[in-house]
């Protein structure tokens, strides 16, 4: 019976302690779950611009209102890589507004060569937006190698205009 007894004494030690393993392992596993949690919220300080900056748009594919699809089709496809290449409005315009008011951005350099097309509407909104950046007396330089329709209205738009020697 003193046998049985150790036996079950050893069994029942050898759990406690394993017990004890998986609740350490917990806990430290919630611990790095948590920092890196923390760490991605918290973000840190964003990279600097320097004192004088150019800002590139480069819009690729077809200007859109709103993309096409939902997010999950969106994901997918970007990830099997049969992405249909997409820019919105808003974000063009939002970017030559932000830059006419800040004082770091001297220039903008739009590169329209995977520029697609666009909407009239559209283009004349990105237009509009253009012609208010150049207002505050900043200029807007456009180049591309191959300019659609679209690219070459909004590319007459700017300052300067440059397109390589063989672009079409």
Same mark, same amino acid.
């Given at each position: ?19 004890? %393993? ?10 790095? %779950?948590?920092? %890196? ?13 320097? =004192? ?5 748009? =480069? ?14 089709? /969106? @994901?997918? @496809? ?5 992405? =249909? ?28 060569? @995977? ?9 004349? /909104? ?15 330089? @456009? ?5 659609? =329709? ?17 672009? %079409?």
């Amino acid at each position: 019976m003193s046998d049985r007894n150790i036996f079950v004494r050893l069994i029942s030690a050898l759990w406690r302690g394993a017990n004890g %393993v998986r609740k350490v392992l917990h806990l430290l596993l919630l611990l790095v %779950v948590f920092a %890196v949690f923390f760490g991605a919220i918290s973000g840190g300080t964003p990279p600097l611009l320097p =004192q004088k900056a150019a800002l590139v748009i =480069q819009p690729s594919g077809v200007l859109v209102e709103q993309l096409a699809g939902n997010p999950y089709d /969106r @994901a997918v @496809a970007e990830l099997l890589g049969e992405v =249909q290449t997409q820019t919105l409005v808003q974000d063009v315009v939002d970017a030559l507004e932000y830059a006419r008011n800040d004082d770091r951005i001297t220039a903008v350099h739009l590169e329209l060569s @995977a520029l697609g097309g666009g909407g009239l509407n559209k283009l004349r /909104r990105v237009a509009e937006a253009i012609n208010d950046f150049r207002e505050s007396g900043k200029p807007v330089i @456009a180049s591309a190698d191959i300019f659609v =329709q679209a690219g070459y209205y909004l590319a007459a738009h700017s300052d300067e205009l440059y397109m390589h020697p063989e672009g %079409v």
